[in-house]
């Protein structure tokens, strides 16, 4: 079973404006001095490639419920958590600490005992739908109550 990230408007602007900011960088420089049209050639082409991927690990963001791991993957990076090593699902809006693959405010932070910082924190498009699939796969998986309220 695969599930999309939800994207929110607030994390479109904010990759929108760090791509804004990227390109200003890279750019105005280039306008105040007699830059030769190789500087333009590779400072374009630099901010192409970064540009493209940034937007491959916002929008490309899936979650995949495999045979015996849950994996989660964004652009090139990919994590694999065991679902015995996933101790608890929780709701978050802190998307901007911690290791993250997520496009949205309206978190879930999995707790486990796998990854770097021992959470990963993401935003499926149907929460509801994830967490069963999830609790049908880990049967000891605990759920923070204010989950379950917002059902």
Known sequence: ?????????????????????IAAVSFIPLLFDDAPLSAFVIVTATFLVTTALILWITFAIRYVFQERHLLVK????????????ILKVAPTRDIFT????????????????TTMFGTVKISPERQDVFIAELKKRCPELKIDEKILERR
């Not at 079973?1 to 900011?21: E, H, N």
């Not at 964004?74 to 015995?84: D, H």
């Open 74 to 85: 964004a652009g090139p990076f990919r994590s694999r958590i065991p679902y015995q090593s």
């Open 1 to 21: 079973m695969v599930f999309r990230s939800k994207s929110d408007p607030f994390f479109i602007r904010f990759i929108l404006a760090a791509i804004f900011i």
């Open 98 to 113: 911690g290791y993250r693959l997520l496009s949205s405010r309206d978190a879930l932070e999995i707790i486990n005992n």
